[in-house]
Each structure stands twice: as structure tokens, then as C-alpha cells.
């Protein structure tokens, strides 16, 4: 990307101007847009492939191919290795031309060998280390060379109830278990007696090393960062939206989140900012560079941090990161991870910038609402609400306003920026993905407990799904996942 004599980019200016001039065409090709939602005005020539027609062909920069037959897919980098091979994908890249770069929210050895027979660059790290990084187990070791302390815990490979109870007798009768890789709302395990454990046994015998954590009462913050050369710049903390019934069906599932001044104290923040510092630049020496996030429990009991995984890519929080106010004033978190990427050179004053996205007059409040399918039923979806505006009206009632495909286009708290992930045709059963929620201000207690506004929303934008019953010939067989049956996020 960079050109032969080009001059050293010098401070934030020069990189907001570098990437408004990009002549590169750099790829995020994901089932929907949402994790990368709004960078396409921050980088010229930055285009989104999707699975999923989100906005009805009304979104200038995403392109989404005609369906085509597929194996049943099984996770979000068979989506992006189906698309990968599509030829109108294909054709797409190539009348656009250049030397093309791609991101993804995920990908694996199969995605960088169609993207390189594309022509493409991955500005990532090698899916082999993002694997080894993902692993819970591995993030407590990383952790522990940086000085980022996990909830006190054992790691060990489980046979039995007995041998459980033997190798963590210090960590008292009520244990949290975590499998090494998957989505927390699935493979984390509350254990108190032996029938926790016979419900969950087959889950976690055989899957290697578990992570066995002594059981506390928690609130859970998410922090993105993200590691260049220059050092790590890290983002504000965030509230995490989890586990409630109104969102999600998984007990501990992430559904969504805040990001507000002075959502935590300014101990507790500054603690944050200085171990994901620390992590980031572990990560550095570990061989990784670019985005990443990391979630923290705090004790509610004695305010103690503790570390709790690491996503080693964009997530479901960026969207959040990259919108706040000091992400406007200077440039989104994301825009460093492509300038590490792209070869040029630049100087940076990190520790400046980090003390500035610490202020908490550059952060503006938000909160987004991941909406899942909450209920043990399956049905087909008749009717879906679309993307764009919603708004609240006197009488508590969500109606839809006007189309966009942006969510800063929300101007005060009666208004809610929609993204549709599940449409009409498609199967909605237990843990679908319908849609997800942003709006200004935020959607919790003091206690951290949904708040009526919130619950509202909810409710407001359930009221426009319709759906019918399955003939039998839809429902035999059903297919295994379908937009929206798994989280896309």
C-alpha cells in the first residue's frame, strides 16, 4: 500500500489524510458489516462483502452476491471461504483491480489460501496464531507473563467429578468452568454439586485443558486495544450486556453493551487502560499486532480486576469503540490496525493519545442491544422489521422512521438505529440473531440491570417480527444454521 519515497506519516492528521486519499481497495468480508460498521467513511475505497443483505441493497458500499448452493454451514469462516469462491464475489474483485487487501472478523488456513488465489493480501496475523491466541487457556498464560491476573484458578485436563473437586479444593464449592475455545455463553459451565456436573460432563471431558475458576460475583467490562509498532493504544472500557432473558437465551451469552464516561470509577479505569497496555504489548512480543479486545471481571465484593478472555480480532464491541467521540476527534481504533498493516512508515506518540481517549470528556454515551430468538421455538419469518431509524412515540410504541445505514444518523434517545440480521424466509428458533439495537444513552440501571427504556426497545422491535408455522416438508430436515441462527457477532 505504501508508495516507493513516500514521507513518514507524522501524528493524526497525516494518517486521517493518508487513508481519505487510499487508492488500495481493502476488503472486510464477514456475514454482515456490522463489526466494521461506519469505516468505509473514514477509508477511501474500503468496500463490505456480505452474506447477508442487511439494508435491501440500499448500502452504497456493500455488495452482496446472488445466493448459490453451499454446504450447510457451521461457522462464520465457512461463510467467508463460500463467499471467497462466489463468482460474482470474484468478478467484483477483479473489476475493481489493484492490489487488494482483505479483513475479517474470522478466518482460518482455507480463507488465506482463497484470498491469496483472489489476489488478496489479509492484514491480519496468520489464522494459525490468532488459534493459538483464542485458546481461554492459553490467554491466562499470556496473562500471566504480562501481569494481567486471571480470577484465581487451576488448569487441568478432567476426567471426573471426583478429579475436579481434588485439583481445585482451594477455590471453594462454587466453580466457573471454561472449555479452551468457543463463545463464552456456550461453553462456560457454573458448577456447585455433582448434577452441574452431569449436565455439562460431556461438554467438558475430553476437550483438553479446562480452566477451573473459583466462582465470584462479577461485573463483566469489555476494552478493545490494539498493538503497533508505535506501542498499544487502548480504548475506553465498556459495560457488558449479558446473560439477560429479554436478550438471550444462554445463560452468560454477551448481549450487547455500554460505553459511557463514567460507567466504572476513574480507578477502575485507569487499572484497564494499564493492563490492557501491558497485555497488548505481551501480545506484541508473542509475534501479534492489530486489533484485539479483552474482557474483565470485577469483583463486586472486594473491586478487585481480574482478566477474562481475549478476542484477538474486531468483535462485537467494535462497533462501539469506533463510533465514540474521541474516535471522531482523532480516528477510529481501526484505522490503526490497517496502518500497522499497510507498510508505511509513520511516528505516533501513543502514550499521548491514550492519555487523551482516557478523558472522559472524548467519550459520549452509547448502547447496543444484540436481540436473539429467546424463546424454544422454531417458525419461519414472515415479516422483518428493516434496517435504519426507529422511533419512540408518546404512547411507548417503536416505529419506524426513515431508512440509513448509519448509526450516528440517531439524534437523541427516543430514536434507535436497527440493523436486521434475520429477514423474511429466514428459520428463527432458540439463539437466532434477529437484529441488533443501537441507541444514544444507556440501557442499564445503576445496578446493572435493564432499565424500562430498554426493555421497551425490546419489546418494540420484537413487535415487528411475524412469523408463520413450518410446513412439513420445510421442517424435515432442518437446516443446521441459518443467518442468524449462530452468532454472526
Request: hydrophobic letters at 35%; charged letters at 30%.
Amino acid at each position: 500500500m505504501a508508495r516507493a519515497g513516500q514521507r513518514k506519516l507524522s501524528g493524526i492528521s497525516d494518517i486521517r489524510r493518508y487513508f481519505h486519499r487510499n487508492k488500495t481497495p481493502i476488503y472486510f468480508i464477514s456475514a454482515t458489516n456490522f463489526n466494521l460498521l461506519g469505516i468505509d467513511q473514514w477509508v477511501r475505497n474500503f468496500k463490505y462483502i456480505c452474506y447477508i443483505d442487511c439494508y435491501d441493497g440500499r448500502h452504497p458500499n456493500t455488495f452482496v452476491p446472488s445466493p448459490g448452493p453451499h454446504p450447510e454451514f457451521e461457522s462464520i469462516e465457512d461463510i467467508n471461504n463460500y463467499l471467497l469462491q462466489h463468482k460474482e464475489v470474484l468478478d467484483f474483485i477483479k473489476k475493481r483491480g489493484g492490489r487488494s487487501k482483505s479483513t475479517f472478523l474470522m478466518f482460518d488456513a482455507t480463507t488465506e489460501k482463497l484470498a491469496r488465489s483472489a489476489g488478496m493480501q489479509v492484514w491480519f496475523p496468520k489464522a494459525k496464531l490468532r488459534t493459538a491466541l483464542d485458546n481461554k487457556i492459553e490467554t491466562v498464560r499470556i496473562g500471566d507473563k504480562a501481569g494481567v491476573p486471571s480470577v484465581p484458578n487451576v488448569l487441568a485436563e478432567l476426567s471426573s467429578y471426583e478429579e475436579m473437586r481434588k485439583v481445585s479444593k482451594k477455590l471453594g464449592p462454587d466453580l466457573v468452568l471454561q472449555t479452551a475455545f468457543g463463545d463464552s455463553g456456550h461453553t462456560t459451565f457454573f458448577i456447585s454439586g455433582e448434577s452441574d456436573w452431569k449436565r455439562h460432563a460431556d461438554e467438558i471431558v475430553g476437550q483438553g485443558e479446562v480452566k477451573i475458576m473459583k466462582r465470584i460475583k462479577c461485573r463483566q467490562a469489555a476494552i478493545e486495544a490494539c498493538t503497533t509498532k508505535a506501542g498499544t493504544i487502548v480504548g475506553p472500557l465498556m459495560t457488558e450486556i449479558v446473560g439477560f432473558k429479554e436478550l438471550t437465551p444462554y445463560k452468560g451469552g454477551w448481549a450487547g453493551n455500554e460505553i459511557f464516561a463514567d460507567a466504572f470509577t476513574p480507578k477502575l479505569r485507569d487499572q484497564a487502560r494499564d493492563l490492557t497496555f501491558r497485555f497488548g504489548e505481551q501480545l506484541r512480543a508473542e509475534g501479534y499486532r492489530g486489533y484485539f479486545e479483552l474482557d474483565f471481571l470485577i469483583d463486586e465484593d472486594t473491586g478487585e480486576m481480574w482478566l477474562g478472555e481475549l478476542n484477538p480480532r474486531v468483535t462485537g464491541a467494535s462497533s462501539m469503540t469506533n463510533h465514540a467521540a474521541f474516535a471522531h476527534a482523532d480516528a477510529p481504533l481501526f484505522l490503526f490496525h490497517l496502518l500497522e498493516f499497510s507498510n508505511v512508515d509513520f511516528e505516533l506518540d501513543v502514550e499521548a493519545l491514550n492519555d487523551r481517549w482516557a478523558d472522559p470528556d472524548n467519550v459520549d454515551g452509547w448502547s447496543q442491544l444484540v436481540i436473539k430468538h429467546t424463546r424454544d421455538t422454531v417458525d419461519i419469518i414472515a415479516e422483518a422489521p428493516e434496517s435504519g431509524i426507529y422511533r419512540l412515540d408518546g404512547r411507548g410504541r417503536l416505529n419506524y422512521e426513515r431508512f440509513d445505514y448509519h448509526r450516528r444518523a440517531v439524534e437523541s434517545e427516543d430514536e434507535a438505529f436497527f440493523l436486521r440480521i434475520s429477514g423474511p424466509g429466514d428459520y428463527r428458533y432458540e439463539g437466532a440473531d434477529l437484529g441488533i439495537l443501537v441507541t444514544r444513552g444507556r440501557l442499564m440501571t445503576k445496578n446493572f440491570r435493564l432499565n424500562d427504556r430498554a426493555k421497551t426497545l425490546i419489546k418494540g422491535i420484537r413487535r415487528h417480527f411475524k412469523a408463520r408455522q413450518m410446513f412439513a416438508r420445510e421442517a424435515a430436515p432442518l437446516p443446521t444454521l441459518q443467518p442468524g441462527a449462530f452468532k454472526l457477532l
